[in-house]
């Protein structure tokens, strides 16, 4: 897990579990990462979408998630947007509006609720010890089941269903391109690609390219600390040797950029790879059918 570019951290107070992710969701921003860029940080507005906090089947558990979809289009077709450790705050909110503006159905599902309040922590090592280090893969990979089935019954077209996160998010989005074979295509930003693993999370991005089922755009800072340049190239290599889709993917590495250059509300922001990386995910997903 990547926590090292967050050492000043505010906590935050006042809400119990239920009223604060019902409060929570896709608005404010993350705690643990205060201060924020807030002058700089991409306001992207919902006219003419529908958007707003649903919650979503997962057995009997009700899983809370921010949608944002086009207001008059049918059958537009599904991604997936999965968080940073934080949870679904409001840039995550706008990155899945930015999508609905696109024409897709973006839905970004709080995957971290079962285990606790991702934004009511002010600081990183708490929040990954305390939650994210409970999170379980197979628990993350159902969910997102979930939400595909959410949304295929809400009219999204999920036969043409793409995935895309940041950094802990960028993880699983190689993961679930590898467990679901219906998934036409993934954009991972900065997500980890080789290291440790647990009961919980017993494999990596690099373990499963023999089984990926969506090929996968990868956008890596050439000056991210956490993720280094030797794993992203040792990840290229097995792509070579993988199956078609993991033949199919690609690594994208800005030189000047750092971990969450894409995170437009932080000082780790970093426009031109930003912009650029967004202009690519929105033509990758174009090209494998997401659109």
């Given at each position: ?91 995550i909110?706008?990155v ?28 990183v090592?708490?929040l ?25 019954a ?41 290291g440790?693993?647990s009961?919980?999370?017993p ?5 499963l ?75 990758w ?7």
């Open positions: 897990m990547l926590i090292e570019e967050f050492e000043t951290l505010v906590p935050r107070r006042g809400f119990n579990r239920r009223d604060f992710v019902r409060a929570s969701v896709g608005s404010g921003f993350a705690a643990a990462v205060l201060p924020t860029l807030a002058q700089t940080a991409i306001k992207t507005d919902s006219e003419g979408l529908v958007v707003g906090e649903v919650t979503i089947p997962v057995g009997n558990f009700k899983m809370p998630a921010y949608r944002a979809a086009p207001a008059n289009r049918k059958n537009a077709p599904l991604v997936l947007v999965v968080s940073e450790i934080f949870g679904v705050h409001e840039y909110a706008d899945a509006r930015r999508f609905a503006k696109a024409g897709c159905f973006a839905v970004a599902p709080e995957l971290f609720v079962r285990q606790g309040d991702a934004q009511s922590y002010g600081e090592a708490r990954v010890a305390e939650v994210i280090s409970k999170v379980p893969d197979a628990q993350v990979m159902g969910d997102l089941d979930a939400s595909v089935a959410w949304a295929r809400q009219g999204a077209d999920t036969t043409h269903a793409g995935i895309t996160g940041f950094c802990w998010g960028g993880r699983i989005v190689w993961l679930y391109a590898a467990h679901n074979p219906a998934l036409k295509a993934g954009v991972a930003w900065y997500g980890r690609l080789v440790s693993t009961a919980l999370t494999t990596n991005p690099i373990d390219v023999a089984t990926q089922h969506a090929p996968v755009l990868g956008l890596y800072g050439g000056e991210d600390s956490g993720i280094p340049l030797a794993s992203v190239e040792q990840m290229r290599k097995a792509l070579a040797g993988g199956s078609a889709a993991a033949r199919a993917s690609e690594i994208v590495v800005y030189p000047d950029a750092g971990h969450a250059f894409h995170a437009d509300y932080r000082p780790s922001y970093r426009a031109a790879a930003a912009e650029d990386g967004w202009k690519r995910a929105l033509a997903f174009k090209a494998h059918g997401v659109a």
